[in-house]
């Protein structure tokens, strides 16, 4: 059973920095694409960053050059590297896994797994 499970999320300042990790267990590892994702109440979901089964990164533009993805093999880890952030990267963020192809990256109806997220805040 696919288990993904957040942290590192809370309260920051605007241009602070905020590092998020996604603890996932029960499959194997190097077979998923692996994402984060977030949430506004109101809004569209939408795609931060993922990583791909070849470790390639894919970002949206609203985060490039800020946010850094990154997965931990020995440890079946996702990270997400949150610097400079911004009033607007408010969010429920929660990490996705599936066997997604890299320019399906985005699309959230693509990964069958999802961690119960964890909240940031910028003010």
């Known amino acids: 059973q696919v288990q993904l499970v957040e942290s590192g999320g809370g309260s920051v300042q605007a241009g602070g920095s905020l590092r998020l990790a996604c603890a996932a267990s029960?499959?194997?590892?190097?077979?998923?694409?692996l994402a984060w994702f977030r949430q506004v109440p109101g809004k569209e979901r939408e795609g931060v960053a993922a990583?791909?089964?070849?470790?390639?990164?894919s970002y949206a533009d609203s985060v490039k050059g800020r946010f850094t993805i990154s997965r931990d093999k020995s440890e079946n880890t996702l990270y997400l590297q949150m610097n400079s952030l911004i009033p607007e990267d408010t969010g429920m963020y929660t990490c996705?896994?599936?066997?997604?192809?890299?320019?399906?990256?985005?699309?959230?109806?693509?990964?069958?797994?999802w961690g119960k997220g964890t909240q940031v805040t910028v003010s």
């Open positions: 990583v791909d089964t070849n470790g390639s990164a």
């Open positions: 996705a896994a599936g066997p997604v192809m890299p320019y399906q990256w985005s699309q959230g109806d693509k990964y069958p797994y």
């Open positions: 029960g499959y194997k590892y190097s077979d998923y694409c």
